[in-house]
């Protein structure tokens, strides 16, 4: 705070001094909570036949020729896909968005490539990332219809847990899908998450607000 003269008075003095104190001390317990640096590449993470790696612009023709022949696998669902969804401009408005989220602790994607020879087959995201007394956050997940039901998602999703309780400190992971998508709650259950609740009309996929089951995985849950 200033006087008419424009010099910070002692009461500005102690206010900007309490509110730098504040910042810091955000800053001191987000770094606490995380040990993977925001100005860093996201590490490659290796699965069970899979490996899991941060979107880039190079991936953007094998991405899209994927999301395009999967479409009518997945649209059921996902949100509904903007018009210009699977062009070269959104997915480099995509892939920004990632870096962004990455850098500011809000989310972490990736792209799931077969081991064996590197092809794209799914994503995998952990979003929603809340600090505090939360260290939480949600998991997504989508995986390409040629290679559906193969267990791909299952070692991805097994891969993940361990990145996501060790190097981003989460302490929960939750998750949510559509009763009817029994592969998913499969999916859920065979990785060790625990069934918490039903909601109503949670997200709208498809154009649809639909109900969920509400999914979750604590650091100490045991194992599959």
């Known amino acids: 705070m200033t006087d ?3 010099r910070t008075t002692e009461f500005g003095q102690r206010e900007a001094s309490v509110s730098v104190g504040r910042r810091l001390s955000s800053e001191i317990t987000m770094a606490f909570f995380r040990t993977v640096s925001l100005s860093e590449q996201m590490p490659a993470i290796a699965g069970d036949g899979v490996m899991l790696r941060a979107p880039q612009m190079s991936d953007y023709a094998e991405w899209a020729a994927l999301r395009e022949a999967s479409r009518d696998f997945l649209t059921p669902w996902e949100p509904t896909w903007p018009a210009d969804d699977l062009t070269r401009n959104s997915f480099r408005r995509r892939v920004k968005r990632y870096s962004e989220d990455q850098r500011g602790d809000l989310a972490y994607a990736f792209f799931v490539f077969r081991k064996q020879d590197n092809v794209l087959i799914g994503g995998l995201t952990l979003a929603n990332i809340r600090r505090g007394c939360a260290q939480a956050g949600s998991l997504g997940y989508w995986m390409g219809a040629p ?11 097994n891969a993940i847990v361990p990145f996501a309780f060790g190097s981003l400190k989460l302490h929960r992971i939750e998750a949510a899908c559509i009763p009817d998508n029994v592969a998913s709650v499969r999916l859920l259950e065979k990785t060790g998450f625990k069934r918490e609740g039903f909601a109503r009309q949670y997200l709208c996929i498809d154009g649809i607000w639909q109900d969920h089951l509400l999914y979750a995985r604590l650091k100490d849950d045991p194992g599959p």
């Open 4 to 6: 008419d003269r424009g």
């Open 147 to 157: 290679f559906a039901r193969r267990g791909h998602m299952t070692a991805a999703v």
